[in-house]
């Protein structure tokens, strides 16, 4: 068979339309990413995403950003709120690996009933003082040891649950003092510093399937930010050891500059594997899916291996692991 589309895309509603199918059948994307917008009841996110696989001709990866907090599209009634991850950690205290274990294998039953077999999580940046408000409840901790302790309890509950994790944002966006959202942050610290501490938890979870890149320059590396520097996915790959599949984070976000052809072709040519595009008219989803073309053999491979990856859960009591979940935090499971 050819090789997929090196390319995450997203649908404009509820259902595809015909446009989007016709576009899809010809890219045969890696994968999709789910909002808000394709969001209404469980029945229309399984059809949506049957709709999506079928289009696209092949089981492709469909995920989601469900970390709780700010960041969760599925939402309440249909679905459990969370609170913030940092909320959730410091609820259960000395057992917040466990806690952290039980959340998101209870999130991958959610998933996984959709159709939904991946999640854009952990998120493994280390929080410090001058950690943007928009990063930092998201995050597990302050030292690198807890955040990749934690970090691998949620892979863990996740993969147990039938659904891929996406390690993020590496090679770590905690020092980032701007919403790389909105503009491009910049971080000046030492190497040295960034690798003891920044980049470790990335290190201890480089076996992990999927990864998301930064959109943040580590100007002692490089002064191109992460997703479109060369030098950056070196350190990814060589000194973190990651080899992955390794994803950009969302290429229409401001952090970045150019138009979004020109943004997905130097993130594929610095190396990264496949190019995240989130939201975008058919016509630009249509431009960057293009640009990104067919992926390379070593993506591919590592597309393959990713895909490999995915299980059929084993059956839990759900309920049960909730009360296990709510006694380790004092009733603070939901938001």
Request: aromatic share 6%.
């Amino acid at each position: 068979m050819t090789g997929f589309g090196a390319v995450i895309t997203g649908a404009e509603g509820h259902r595809l339309t015909t446009g989007e199918k016709a576009f899809f059948r010809e890219v045969k994307p890696f994968g999709f990413i789910l909002f808000a917008r394709n969001i209404d009841t469980p029945d229309q996110v399984r059809a949506l995403c049957d709709e999506l696989r079928e289009a696209a001709g092949h089981e492709a990866v469909i995920t989601i950003d469900q970390e709780g907090g700010r960041v969760q599209r599925l939402r309440a009634p249909a679905w459990r709120e969370w609170p913030a991850p940092l909320d959730h950690v410091a609820a259960a205290g000395a057992r917040a690996a466990e806690a952290l274990h039980l959340r998101y294998r209870i999130i991958a039953d959610e998933l996984f009933a959709l159709g939904i077999d991946s999640n854009c999580a952990p998120l493994v940046d280390v929080a410090g003082r001058d950690t943007h408000p928009f990063l930092r409840d998201r995050c597990y901790g302050e030292t690198a040891g807890r955040v990749a302790l934690f970090g691998r309890a949620v892979a863990d509950g996740l993969m147990e649950g039938g659904v891929l994790p996406v390690v993020k944002h590496i090679p770590g966006h905690g020092r980032a003092r701007a919403d790389s959202h909105h503009e491009l942050p910049r971080v000046t610290d030492p190497a040295e510093h960034l690798a003891e501490v920044d980049f470790a938890p990335f290190e201890a979870l480089a076996d992990l399937p999927m990864a998301m890149t930064a959109h943040v320059v580590y100007a002692a590396l490089d002064a191109r930010p992460a997703t479109l520097s060369p030098v950056i996915i070196e350190v990814i790959r060589r000194s973190i050891g990651f080899d992955g599949l390794l994803m950009t984070d969302d290429i229409a976000m401001n952090a970045l500059s150019g138009s979004l052809v020109e943004r997905a072709r130097a993130a594929l040519a610095a190396g990264c594997d496949v190019v995240l595009h989130c939201n975008g008219t058919l016509a630009e989803r249509q431009a960057v899916a293009a640009a990104a073309g067919e992926m390379r053999a070593a993506a591919q491979d590592r597309a393959e291996r990713a895909l490999s990856a995915r299980r059929t859960p084993d059956p839990v009591d759900i309920s049960a692991l909730a009360a296990q979940l709510d006694a380790l935090t004092g009733g603070r499971q939901h938001g």
